[in-house]
């Protein structure tokens, strides 16, 4: 009975020394801290079973981490840290590469806000990079000796340096990235921003008499996606027409409105890209223009 309950307390001992060892190593790869910006320079690995390889070394197994909500795999180089850059919607992943490697992140959409189209835009030490894009999952091949890899999404802001983190060594690259990251999120906006296909038109109040010109109708210009309408509506106390041409060249036949009443509206839709110019037949002072994109 004795040598039943000593061997209990040395497997009792055993267990527990096993676990607090596991633990340790479940603490070394969850690698992101619990606030934005807070990082740790550089963390040694000397008690994990990662760092008795050789770090970067391409035959050294994939550091892998699932054990928060960014999960990742890094070939080629060991993640530092990861950490959730709020101020400007990005994810900053320090890291140390002795090779050509490959990181796999699966981003999760609190961690980070993608782009309109679903996509993001990365960089490594400042530079924009190509990457692969499969969901959430993000394939970056990195250099030799990277070190930051910026995943930047949809409503950062680059409002000046960012203060708050970080080695200040590549602040100015930093910049250099984030106005490249605005001007591709702009394009994109630009895009994404086609002209409105309805836009209501009206004559400003009092144009039946002279002194509102240059801007008697409004908008003065209004501009809509090719096959929309636009839509005179008469808000003002005497009756006017749009029709297209000018006063100096008289109609040009494209549309008429013809007397439009008060509270009445009168519906024109253009199919084709174009400017058109428009005025009042009633008061020649008043004209405007429809942009048809
Ligand atoms: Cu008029």
Redesign the pocket.
Known sequence: MAGVDKFGVIFTIAFVAAMIAIMGGFLQVDTTPSTPNAYTPTQTYSSTPIATQPSGSPQAAPQTSDSDNMKYTIRGGIVNSISQDEKHNAVKIMMESKFDGQLIITLTSDSVTPFDDGTYFVTIDGEEVEFTQVGNNLTIDFMANSKKIMIYGDGYKSDGPDTSSMDHSDDSKEQEAMMAADKAAADKAAAAAKAPMAVTIE?VAG??APGCEPK?YSPSIATISAGGTVTFKNT?T????ATSGSAADGPDGIFDTSLIMINASYPVTLSDSGNYPYF????PW?DGTVIVE
């Open positions: 004559p144009s039946g008697c003002d005497a009756p006017h027409t009042c037949m009633v008061h008043m």
